[in-house]
């Protein structure tokens, strides 16, 4: 295993450098330059054709909807967009492309010189876009025998070329510096940010689970106080937002250690391993990779027309940050209870479909964050999948609000829609969870607690108002916590005055 | 221009050409004229000649994103020299000791 510095030893000494690259599959109908179908995951080799398949005499063509997906994408970037360019072709030998070299695009990219902001704990964070180019995705390899599934060791692999031709969009930043210990939260809320920029704009299901969105996370250290950039490295297979975060750190441990030795850090690709939570080295290559690229004789330039661009950009959609900022005044939500929102994956949307059926925005923001969140945590799912739906929770809100329920009642409502027993009013009627209310039955319960407690119905008669509590409560545990607590309080006073 | 042997061992080895020492010998110097027969297009093009990759003065040649039919896959394999589970058999990728 690697030696690796602590975190605080890497941040007295070094800082991070960060510069993420990020692939995109677009969700296209059909391929980047070819009819085929661009749905993913079909039986093996049954989405392909002469273009993708790169067989001789084929011609490809560009798919529109890719290039107006790119230019959205840039444009939601802050990019500038090319008034001209040109695809290239990169040459290289591998079996996941039978032509042996992908269509991409090398120093014309369609988008350039972009920006957008990301939020770690409250801080802003500015992360420069350097490019947006379009490429096609390769074919899937999977390799047999060793054991592993992974290529060392394999004894031959087998391609499937579905995914050969897959519109695949690269984003790259530029060095991103000053993020001091929160370099490895800045990479994850990037990607995080990419991913619901990419799904508001609606051009990928951006799921990195699913390969559909894929970062190399590359970093390197630099001495405190100097300006030179150290070597970096560039891990690849990271495959969530978690573990781009881990992998960061990681990686700034690593080369740390090797720093403080007096070593070198060498310059590589590294492979990032979900299950140990490591990186290790990818192949050594003996010489820089030279990918003879050339302008792709096959396809004309493109060159969009600034009277369609202007109309893209009119016609983008609410931009996950604006949205959030909208949403937080129409709420009223302090910047802190905002960040807890944002912080907890999925909650936002949650939260704005509890409010959309009719709840209010805090009641919706605490059944979320609170008892659903520590619901979907112990069962191991997404805030989504916990199975209350925003209608069932505003629903059960409304009970709240009508008095029908208390907070405590409204849990066992939960238990009762989570255990399919019907709609929350009718899980109330079933388990008989609505509050008592009614002076006859509470009052019993009241007089019954006086009885039992005559020191704390002493003290109040003093004018101790806040002893009431004890009283309130036994009440309650009488009624089986099915009392209006205000009422019960109401009704103590008045015979205890 | 001067195409030395270590440049066309480098290109062979781009290309995945092998090529032996006497090849390499023959070859450089063959190449070496290639080269400036076409450089000789420089001799012709003014400065406010544009360079270009394509012979048409075309841009945006787009197609509608609509699917059209695929091959079957049992053509598709048809040419493999080996196949297993409905994908194409390659060779082991990296060789020993890798």
């Known amino acids: ?497 | 221009m001067a195409l030395t042997t270590a440049d066309v061992a480098r290109l062979a080895e781009l290309a995945r050409i092998a090529l032996t020492p006497e090849e390499l010998e023959r070859l450089a110097p063959q190449l070496d004229v290639i080269l400036d027969a076409v450089a000789s297009v420089s001799e012709v093009a003014t400065a406010d000649t544009e360079p270009m990759s394509h012979a048409l003065p075309l841009t945006n040649v787009f197609r509608d994103d609509v699917v059209t039919p695929s091959l079957p896959a049992a053509a598709v394999l048809a040419g493999a020299p080996s196949v297993e589970d409905g994908r194409f058999r390659v060779p082991r990728i990296l060789g020993e000791g890798a």
């Open chain 1, 1 to 497: 295993m690697d030696d690796l510095l602590t975190y605080d030893a890497v941040l007295a000494r070094f800082d991070p450098v960060l510069g993420l690259e990020v692939h995109v599959e677009l969700n296209t109908a059909s391929k980047m330059f070819c009819g085929c179908d661009n749905t993913p995951g079909g039986e093996p080799n049954t989405t392909t054709c002469p273009v993708c398949l790169g067989l001789p005499g084929s011609l490809p063509v560009v798919n529109a909807h890719a290039v107006e997906s790119a230019i959205r994408i840039g444009l939601a970037l802050n990019c500038q967009v090319a008034p001209w360019c040109r695809f290239a072709r990169k040459n290289y030998f591998y079996p996941d492309m039978t032509k042996d070299f992908q269509t991409s695009q090398y120093d014309e990219p369609i988008c350039f010189d972009g920006w957008v902001d990301v939020e770690v704990e409250g801080e802003t964070f500015r992360i420069e876009i350097e490019r947006v180019h379009m490429e096609e995705d390769a074919g899937k390899l999977s390799h047999v025998g060793g054991g592993t599934g992974r290529i060392v060791g394999a004894e031959y692999s087998l391609v499937d070329y579905n995914r050969a031709g897959t519109p695949l969009m690269e984003i790259v930043t530029r060095p991103v510096r000053g993020l001091g210990a929160k370099a490895p939260a800045v990479g994850r809320a990037y990607m995080a940010m990419l991913r619901d920029l990419m799904r508001a704009l609606g051009v990928s299901d951006a799921r990195m689970e699913a390969g559909n969105m894929r970062c190399d996370a590359n970093v390197s250290l630099m001495p405190t106080g100097t300006a030179e950039l150290g070597t970096r490295t560039e891990t690849k297979n990271v495959n969530s937002l978690r573990s781009v975060e881990a992998a960061l750190t990681y990686e700034m441990r690593r080369q740390g250690a090797i720093l403080a030795e007096g070593g070198r850090v060498v310059q590589e690709t590294r492979h990032w391993h979900e299950d140990g939570e490591y990186t290790s080295p990818g192949r050594n290559k003996e010489q820089a990779e030279d990918y003879r690229y050339f302008p792709e004789p096959d396809l004309v330039p493109i060159a969009p027309d600034p009277a369609w661009v202007e109309e893209l950009r009119a016609s983008l959609p609410e931009l996950p940050a604006r949205r959030r900022a909208r949403l937080q005044e129409a709420w009223g939500f302090s910047d802190l209870e905002m960040r807890d929102v944002l912080g907890n994956e999925g909650s936002l949307d949650l939260i704005e479909a509890t409010v959309a059926a009719g709840a209010p925005p805090a009641a919706a923001r605490k059944w979320w964050l609170g008892e659903l969140a520590r619901r979907a945590n112990e069962a191991g799912v997404e805030l989504g999948a916990v199975g209350v739906t925003p209608e069932q929770v505003a629903q059960v809100q409304g009970l709240v609000d009508a008095g029908t329920v208390n907070d405590k009642l409204a849990r066992s409502v939960f238990d009762g829609v989570l255990a399919g027993e019907g709609s929350p009013e009718e899980v109330v009627a079933s388990r008989g969870l609505a509050v008592v209310s009614d002076d006859g039955a509470l009052g019993e319960a009241v007089d019954a607690a006086i009885a039992a407690n005559p020191d704390v119905a002493d003290k109040i008669r003093a004018g101790k108002v806040q002893a009431a509590g004890a009283l309130i409560g036994a009440v309650m545990k009488q009624m089986k916590g099915k009392a209006d607590a205000a009422r019960v309080r109401e009704l103590l006073l008045e015979r205890l005055s």
